[in-house]
C-alpha cells in the first residue's frame, strides 16, 4: 500500500523535502532524552555520553548539512554525448526518487542507522519503512509510537523485530534495500532481495586488524586503540579486531592497556561504562 500511494504521487519539491528533513529534526530532538532512555534499556545500560557524541550529534549534523546542499543535489546535470554518434542530442541526468526504501537497522547504533539512511532517502523524495534489531525492542517501541505525530504511515513506518520478522520484511517488493550488519545476515538479505531484483545497499562489518609499526610509540598506539576499544564498549563493526604488535612490545602494550582502562573507567557500574549488550 505504502508502494502504491508513493508511485500515484507527483514528485516532491524542494520546499516539501526539506520540510520533511526539518521534521525528521524535530523528531530526534523533541526526545532526545527518552531516546537514550530506550536505548540504555536495551543495552542494559549504555552511556548518555556516548548515544549523544556517536549518535544524535552526528545525525542532526548531517540533516544541517543536507539542508544546505539539497537545492544543488536536485538540479538536472549535463552529460556528455558523442555528437559524432549523435550530432543533435542533448543528454542530462535528472534525480528522482526511487519510491520505498526499506532499511534493517543494527542494535550497536539504534538512532544513527536509522536517521542517517532516511535523511538521505527524505532528501530523495523517497517513503521509507524501518525494521528494528530483536535486541532494539524499547527504542523500536518508542521510534515506532512517536513516529506518527510527525510523518503519515504512507510516509515513514516503523517495526519491531517480533517473530522472526527480518527474513519476511526482505522480501517485500521495495525499490531500495539499505542494510547494515554482519556478512552473514547480508547475503541472505542479497538472496531476499535478489527474488524481486531490489537494488541493495550493503554496509558490512567484519575483520578489522591493527598493525603498529616498529617506530611507533607504544604509548600512543595503545591511547588510540583503547580509545576505540573502549567506546561502546568496543561494539562498532570496524573497531579492532586483533592487533599486530612488534616482536618484545607487546607486555608494554598490555600494560598500558591495562593502565588507561583502569583511568578511564576506574568502575565500570558507573554510567560511564557502556554495557555488552548481550552474551553472543
Known amino acids: ?107 550497536n547504533f539504534p538512532l544513527a542507522m536509522v536517521f542517517h539512511p532516511l535523511t538521505c532517502i527524505f532528501a530523495a523524495g523517497n517513503n521509507a519503512m524501518v525494521k528494528m534489531s530483536e535486541n532494539s525492542n524499547h527504542c523500536a517501541q518508542l521510534l515506532k509510537e512517536l513516529a506518527p505525530r510527525y510523518f503519515p504511515e504512507g510516509k515513514l513506518a516503523f517495526f519491531a523485530d517480533e517473530g522472526g520478522r527480518g527474513p ?52 600512543l598506539a595503545a591511547d588510540r586503540i583503547m580509545w576505540a576499544k573502549m567506546f561502546n564498549a568496543g561494539q562498532i563493526c570496524t573497531n579492532v579486531d586483533y592487533l599486530f604488535l612488534p616482536e618484545g612490545k607487546v607486555d608494554a602494550f598490555v600494560a598500558e592497556a591495562k593502565r588507561l582502562c583502569n583511568l578511564r573507567y576506574p568502575d565500570i557500574n558507573s554510567g560511564d561504562y557502556t554495557a555488552v549488550i548481550d552474551q553472543r
Request: proline share 8%; hydrophobic share 40%; with cysteine.
Open 1 to 107: 500500500q505504502q508502494r502504491q500511494a508513493h508511485l500515484a504521487h507527483p514528485l516532491s519539491t524542494l520546499a516539501e523535502r526539506k520540510a520533511d528533513l526539518l521534521q525528521l529534526r524535530r523528531y530526534i530532538l523533541d526526545h532526545q532524552e527518552a531516546i537514550c532512555d530506550a536505548i540504555s534499556a536495551d543495552y542494559g545500560h549504555r552511556s548518555r555520553h556516548e548515544t549523544m557524541l556517536m549518535e544524535l550529534m552526528p545525525v542532526i549534523s548531517d540533516i544541517q548539512a543536507t539542508l544546505k546542499h539539497l537545492g544543488e543535489w536536485m538540479k538536472p546535470q549535463k552529460r556528455h554525448v558523442d555528437h559524432t554518434q549523435m550530432p543533435f542530442a542533448k543528454a542530462r541526468l535528472i534525480p528522482q526518487p526511487v519510491g520505498v526504501v526499506g532499511i534493517v537497522v543494527p542494535w
Open 168 to 219: 519476511a520484511f526482505t522480501q517485500l517488493p521495495f525499490d531500495h534495500i539499505f542494510f547494515t550488519g554482519s556478512p552473514a545476515t547480508g547475503k541472505a538479505v542479497m538472496a531476499n532481495a535478489a527474488r524481486n531484483l531490489t537494488p541493495v545497499t550493503l554496509e558490512l562489518g567484519g575483520k578489522s586488524p591493527c598493525v603498529v609499526a616498529p617506530d611507533f610509540p607504544i604509548g
